[in-house]
């Protein structure tokens, strides 16, 4: 039986054409072997089947009929390798649900305030509904703010040059008041915030109802309970007919305000150059009293030394340890913690 020459090219074409599409849109390997075997099987497959129907072509019409099935095997052939290549790319890329750009981003971890800064704001938020605003003054003093106007003589164990951080400044000595700084005055870091008192009452007269914060230097060696730098709040009142029971309430106020709980205080007696009486300020936390710091009546010679009349006006001053405060309530053991900047310490607060 001979084959007319055009039927075995249009079977050629169809088979072009419907390998072209299966090989083509094979979505994955199992599907791309059917459609292989299907069309390109070597003993079965379509054009396999097609090659030996070349045979009953007529012999002239062979050459012509041989070129267009060489053809055809060339466009499937290349058809599987490219559907080869496309899955193997699919497998390679990433699984999962495309990219959508409309999601929202992974969210930044945020910081937040050092536990100290935290600790000082909510004390300024607690004093401030007490009255007092927010007094500052410089870390680095002279003499006469950090000691001479707070009653501090020269010869006080606390102006020992050891027990201070003087600035090394040009010819500046601690206690030779002709030193050689402009003025003559040797510069230190002050060793506590009572230096604002000072600062707050010479720019203005009384009443005063003033808090500062800050930081205080002292040449300490660190431990759980020391460092070299540490913070203080100092408050200030000093108006008419003010009197310890005064200051006793208001401590006992602040106190229960910051532990948000009733807190009985205690008064030590003690001695502050800057306060008479001086007391010092316990606090009862749980069955023990915790010292908190140092309070008392400010001394008449310091209203004097900033031209208040201490006929006139009294009045009280407190100082307290901000990381006292801080690491008494959330159960932190060494103040050191506090300067390490480890977050996995800072984080908890
Ligand atoms: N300035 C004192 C200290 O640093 C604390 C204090 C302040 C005491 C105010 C009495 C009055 O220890």
């Known amino acids: 039986m001979i084959v007319a020459l055009a039927d075995f090219l249009h079977e050629l074409d169809e088979l072009a054409a419907a390998g072209g599409a299966v090989l083509g849109g094979a979505a994955d390997q199992a599907a791309l072997e059917t459609a292989r075997v299907e069309f390109l099987g070597a003993k079965s497959g379509r054009l396999k089947t097609l090659q030996k129907g070349l045979g009953s072509v007529a012999g002239s019409d062979k050459p012509a009929a041989g070129k267009r099935f060489n053809e055809v095997k060339q466009l499937l052939e290349a058809a599987l390798a490219n559907a080869q290549s496309r899955l193997a790319s699919a497998d390679a890329a990433p699984s ?9 981003g992974p969210r930044p971890t945020l910081g937040h305030l050092h536990p ?6 909510e004390l300024k938020e607690i004093m401030g509904r007490l009255g007092f605003t927010v007094a500052d003054g410089p870390e680095i003093e002279d003499e006469r703010h950090n000691f001479e106007a707070l009653n501090i003589p020269a010869d006080h164990p606390a102006r020992d040059p050891l027990e201070n951080f003087f600035l090394a400044t040009a010819g500046a000595t601690a206690g030779s008041p002709d ?11 002050r060793s506590q915030t009572s230096t604002v008192q000072i600062r707050v009452m010479e720019q203005q007269p009384p009443p005063v109802r003033i808090i500062a914060l800050g930081r205080v230097y002292r040449p300490d060696t660190a431990d759980a309970t020391h460092y070299p730098m540490f913070h203080q709040i100092e408050g200030l009142l000093v108006d008419r007919h003010v009197t310890m029971a005064d200051l006793k309430s208001m401590l006992r106020l602040f106190a229960a305000s910051y532990l948000g709980r009733e807190v009985h205080i205690r008064f030590r007696p003690s ?7 001086s007391v010092e300020v316990d606090m009862s936390w749980g069955d023990r009293w915790i010292e908190m710091g140092g309070a008392g009546m400010v001394d008449p010679n310091v209203l004097r030394a900033v031209g208040y009349d201490p006929e006139q006006v009294t009045g009280f001053a407190f100082g307290l340890g901000v990381e006292r405060v801080c690491a008494r309530r959330h159960g932190v053991a060494d103040i050191r913690e506090f300067y390490k900047n480890d977050v996995r310490f800072l984080h908890q607060f």
Do not use: S, V, Y
């Not at 999962?96 to 929202?104: E, F, S």
């Not at 100290?116 to 704001?121: N, P, S, V």
């Not at 030193?179 to 870091?189: D, I, Q, T, V």
């Open 96 to 104: 999962g649900p495309p990219l959508d750009p409309t999601q929202p």
């Open 116 to 121: 100290l800064t935290q600790t000082i704001e």
């Open 179 to 189: 030193a050689g700084l402009p003025g003559g005055r040797p510069l230190l870091l």
């Open 271 to 277: 001695f502050f150059p800057f306060t008479e009486p």
